[in-house]
Nanobody, 125 residues
Framework: QVHLVESGGGLVQAGGSLTLACAAS????????MGWFRQAPGKEREFVSA????????YYADSVKGRSTISRDNAKNTVYLQMNSLKPEDTAVYYC??????????????????WGQGTQVTVSS
């Protein structure tokens, strides 16, 4: 069982920054990588960013590319998502997830089995 705990969410003004963290209870060998997803009220959960444990390859959704940076600390089994120039449309519950499947794409929800409970990010205008 993989347990994920997110932190760092909160209320920020448009243009501000926020750094989210996700700590995993297991070693890196239990997953290929980690991903961040978000879900706003009335919308489907969407991919935000992902990172691979082994080589550190990073991936970003077009909606956050250039404004976000995902990073990892393998020793701490922790993944971070730094978001800058936040917009009201970034408001959502952000979830981290462990990628334990490798049959599809990094942005596919089906690739991730274990999920955190989410952290709320609210960006005011």
């Amino acid at each position: 069982q993989v347990h994920l705990v997110e932190s760092g969410g909160g209320l920020v003004q448009a243009g501000g920054s926020l750094t989210l963290a996700c700590a995993a209870s297991k070693r890196t060998f239990v997953s290929y990588g980690m991903g961040w997803f978000r879900q706003a009220p009335g919308k489907e959960r969407e991919f935000v960013s992902a990172i691979m444990w082994n080589n550190g390859s990073t991936y970003y959704a077009d909606s956050v590319k250039g404004r976000s940076t995902i990073s990892r600390d393998n020793a701490k089994n922790t993944v971070y998502l730094q978001m800058n120039s936040l917009k009201p449309e970034d408001t959502a519950v952000y979830y981290c997830a462990a990628r334990i499947y490798y049959a599809g794409n990094y942005y596919s929800i089906g690739e991730y089995k274990y999920w955190g409970q989410g952290t709320q990010v609210t960006v005011s205008s």
